[in-house]
């Protein structure tokens, strides 16, 4: 069987006035949501381009362009499947997805088994193959203070 890997790093600053959405999960109990063209799910964004870059396909930017009024507000739970569509269209399916949310605050443990069904389902692989890690920025850089919160993530395919 043939194997590829791919990488993915992203980061949205906080906003007011925003749902705070992770993996496709609100997590209602957020101040603040994150800044940007579609649902700003910066877990989901990192995921997305960790599997375009396994499957050869570039970046999200390139497929789902933020001056694109198709994407504004776009559920990024919609993005990834068409993501895993373009993957399954070169002959690539998901093997596993490993993610890490860098975020000062809300605790978000409490939300993993949700976002990791709601990663798995999109990606079509069972539940303990989208893991999602949570980390905090030890109050340095830009996640330490509040500002933003970024998630990196790999993605594993099989021919
Ligand atoms: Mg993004």
């Not at 209602?28 to 990192?46: F, K, W």
């Amino acid at each position: 069987m043939s194997f590829r890997n791919g990488i993915g790093w992203d980061s949205h600053p906080l906003a007011e006035g925003r749902p705070l959405i992770l993996g496709g999960v609100e997590v209602p109990d957020a101040e603040r949501g994150l800044g940007g063209h579609s649902d700003a799910d910066v877990l989901t964004h990192a995921v997305i381009d960790a599997l375009l870059g396994a499957a050869g396909l570039g970046d999200i930017g390139h497929h789902f362009p933020d001056t694109d009024e198709r994407w504004r507000g776009a559920d990024s739970i919609v993005l990834l499947r068409e993501a895993v569509r373009l993957a399954a269209e070169r002959g690539w399916s998901v093997s596993n997805l490993d993610a890490t949310v860098i975020c000062q605050a809300p605790k978000l443990a409490h939300h993993r088994e949700a976002m990791q069904a709601r990663l798995a389902e999109a990606a079509g692989v069972a539940t303990d193959a989208a893991n999602v890690k949570f980390t905090t920025g030890e109050q340095m850089g830009f996640v330490g203070r509040g500002e933003g919160i970024a998630a990196l993530a790999t993605a594993a395919l099989k021919r």
